[in-house]
């Protein structure tokens, strides 16, 4: 059975603060893929990366990086000197196996910038 | 860019009714995808199919049912109904390959049942 755990439901922090958000994950499969997600107040998801289980090398984008190590079954995502159009709700997911069994998403993190 | 709508953003209906939620996608993609969303629950998968005519149910597809009878449209059908499938619905696509490709999303539809 898969599983994704975000244990941080909200955080709030005050603009231009580093935040980190947590993902761990859980898979038998020995090849897999994760997934970031942003959920904006509109409400659309936003894909944000792809990892898959054979590449841990982290990656930048701007103000994003991603951490993932295996040995923790981690995936978290950090956002550099955030700002106030960063808040919104991110989705950890998690995909494994073959065919198209879709996403098992972690219930999410709520993050508030305050200006 | 990839395009996925669905038909309605928000719909209100009875209790009983026969409801249709349609997406459409606009990039050939293989697969599609249907979720809910609620509060603290996160997304969970209802149904998906990686073909015409294809389905497969995923976590919950108690009270729904699939159609798809053209690659590009992906239709979620809730037989009758009830107050407990009000909640935001989700349509995805992706590509298919040797490879997990990245999820398209649509803008969601949030249905209450009344």
């Known amino acids: 059975a898969q599983k994704v755990t975000q244990a941080q439901t909200e955080i709030s922090v005050v603009e231009k603060e580093d935040v980190t958000l947590d993902c761990v994950y859980e898979?038998?499969?020995?090849?897999?893929?994760l997934f970031w997600y942003k959920q904006p107040p509109s409400g659309e998801l936003v894909f944000l990366i792809r990892r898959n289980s054979f590449d841990e090398q982290n990656e930048i984008s701007g103000r994003y990086s991603w951490n993932f190590q295996k040995s923790t079954s981690s995936f978290n995502f950090t956002i550099t000197a955030s700002q106030v159009v960063d808040s919104a709700v991110y989705f950890c997911a998690l995909d494994s196996g073959g065919g198209a069994d879709g996403l098992t998403f972690g219930k999410g993190t709520h993050l508030i910038i305050q200006p | 860019d990839v395009k996925v709508t669905q038909s309605s953003r928000y719909l209100v209906k009875r209790t009983g009714e026969k409801v249709f939620l349609e997406c459409v996608q606009d990039m050939d993609h293989e697969n599609m995808f249907w979720y809910r969303q609620d509060p603290g629950l996160g997304l969970r998968l209802i149904y998906f199919s990686y073909d015409v005519k294809m389905k497969e149910k995923g976590d919950i597809p108690e009270g729904y049912s699939v159609s798809r009878e053209k690659k590009e449209r992906f239709s979620l059908i809730l037989e009758s109904a009830s107050t407990n499938q009000t909640s935001m619905y989700l349509c995805?696509?992706?590509?298919?390959?040797?490879?997990?490709?990245?999820?398209?999303f649509g803008p969601g539809t949030r249905l209450t049942v009344t």
């Open positions: 898979t038998r499969d020995t090849t897999y893929y």
């Open positions: 995805a696509s992706s590509s298919q390959g040797e490879v997990r490709y990245e999820q398209y």
